[in-house]
């Protein structure tokens, strides 16, 4: 692998109209801490320009941390956050927002996600709202997570929806039909726990990572990071991790250029849903 370690490695992803590189950061884990600031900025320093949080995660530190961190936001750095869960009625949407603004040390977010699909409430009336909040011009896209190609079709009538962020990895791969359409649409996939089935249990699956990694002198996640940067052109994983060592170790995963053969290996390992 190569000695310069950037996100920018890993190519470029166009989030509505705003660029991006395609290795970001997640920041579930998170709080307002020190550590975290350091984190952060080496992140940013590594060429990480797109971070992703929500207002649920950590009680509103991760998002905290984040403003406190690295507000006021460099040109080009796109904070994408999330709000609404299963029971969040879409009156409620607007409150939230105001109060990951706040956090966020921000007037506009770049990209706002509803996290969650309340069941009992059609989508077409939550993504309203957040239509509305665009319109006003504290909202610059929107995205959505965990949805079904339906939901986002539905969603897709009410307004331009530029993202979708539902679990995928290597081991999980229900959602591979909504990966299909988004690529076809165009629309980024933000796949959640990119990681995922890495657990260090003995499964096929992984078994046959550790076995690619050896071939390519690589660690298990840096082979699944690049697996899904190969899966789809609109595919931007965003590892999470409070070591700015493991941030390192995943960007790396930039430089890694599976062989058709060892993706298609890859592929063939799980059956989707």
Not at 78 to 105: C, F, I, M, Y
Not at 166 to 190: G, W
Not at 234 to 242: A, E, S
Not at 262 to 271: I, M, Q
Request: proline share 4%; charged share 25%; with cysteine.
């Amino acid at each position: 692998m190569a000695d310069t370690i950037s996100a920018a490695r890993a190519g470029t992803i166009r989030v509505g109209d705003v660029t991006v590189n395609r290795l970001g950061l997640g920041t579930n884990r998170i709080t307002d801490t020190d550590e975290a600031y350091q984190l952060l900025e080496e992140a940013v320093n590594l060429g990480v320009n797109f971070i992703d949080t929500a207002h649920r995660y950590q009680g509103g530190a991760s998002e905290t941390a984040i403003g406190n961190a690295l507000a006021p936001y460099k040109n080009g750095l796109v904070v994408a956050t999330k709000g609404g869960w299963s029971n969040t009625l879409p009156d409620q949407l607007r409150g939230l927002l105001e109060e990951s603004l706040q956090r966020l040390q921000t007037k506009r977010v770049d990209l706002y996600q509803l996290h969650r699909v309340n069941p009992s409430v059609p989508i077409e009336e939550s993504v309203a709202v957040l239509k509305e909040l665009q319109d006003e011009g504290k909202i610059r896209h929107i995205g959505l997570s965990e949805v079904s190609i339906e939901q986002l079709k539905k969603a897709q009538e009410v307004a331009p929806i530029v993202s979708v962020q539902n679990e995928y990895n290597v081991a999980v791969r229900q959602h591979e039909a909504l990966v299909d359409y988004c690529t076809e649409q165009n629309i980024v996939f933000i796949p959640w726990f990119p990681l995922g089935g890495l657990s260090g249990d003995t499964t096929k699956v992984e078994a046959l990572v550790a076995e690619v990694a050896k071939k390519y002198h690589a660690t298990a996640q840096q082979i699944a990071l690049a697996w899904l940067l190969k899966r789809s052109p609109i595919m931007l994983p965003i590892p999470g991790t409070l070591s700015i060592d493991h941030l390192k170790d995943n960007l790396r995963a930039a430089d890694l250029e599976l062989s058709d053969e060892d993706y298609e290996a890859l592929r063939s390992s799980t059956v989707a849903d």
